[in-house]
């Protein structure tokens, strides 16, 4: 969750050019290493706690289930694939402070600029577009399942903040970080109601 935090408020507030994003980098390559890594682990967790929302809802309507497991599972892939590419740009960082020439900082700040800009529309606006497609799938056999009304509720809000996050059209509220924070509660809403119905 931390690393989610910091990975919006960094590519998603306000615009930063690619230049300063790598000296940023260069002087928190560690802070960067870890809260990257986390990211990863975070979208990595997310396969057990879908095949658990697998088996406990798949006798209710197959098929919902099916789709919305698959659609999570792309959007699961294309956050560790984008994370891992992100991750370049320690790399990046370090070549940037070491170049020689003008020349050679352009072409790294050009490089950077294409990183980031993969990973904003792959891994945060597209992925997080599909995961919450997936969450308004799997709510409505939620809805009709034992798991009870506040995960279907909390999913339903969580999936609809993350859908309209994930459109970046001026005008629209950045709800990207707050579907976060609901996803969150929504996984600990399920946890607990799958703990107490065992």
């Excluded at 990975?7 to 306000?14: D, E």
Aim: hydrophobic fraction near 60%.
């Amino acid at each position: 969750m931390l690393s989610a935090v910091v990975h919006f408020s960094l590519l998603l507030g306000p615009p930063l050019s690619s230049e300063f994003f790598l000296r940023f980098v260069a002087v928190h390559s560690v802070l960067f290493e870890i809260v990257d890594v986390a990211f990863v682990l975070a979208g990595i967790l997310l396969i057990p706690s879908m095949l658990t929302l697998y088996v406990a809802l798949r006798d209710i309507n197959r098929t919902r289930v099916n789709v919305a497991i698959g659609l999570a599972s792309v959007a699961i892939f294309l956050f560790v694939v984008s994370s891992v590419i992100f991750y370049s740009l320690v790399n990046l960082s370090a070549l940037y402070e070491g170049a020689g020439t003008e020349a050679q900082r352009a072409g790294y700040v050009a490089t950077a600029s294409l990183v980031i800009m993969f990973y904003n529309w792959v891994g945060i606006l597209l992925a997080g577009s599909i995961f919450s497609g997936a969450t308004i799938i799997i709510c409505l056999v939620i809805r009709k399942s034992l798991l009870g009304k506040a995960p279907y509720y909390l999913g339903m809000i969580a999936g609809t903040a993350g859908v309209i996050g994930s459109i970046p059209l001026p005008g629209l509220p950045d709800l990207g970080l707050l579907s976060l924070v609901l996803f969150t509660f929504w996984f600990i809403a399920i946890a607990i109601r799958i703990k107490r119905l065992q």
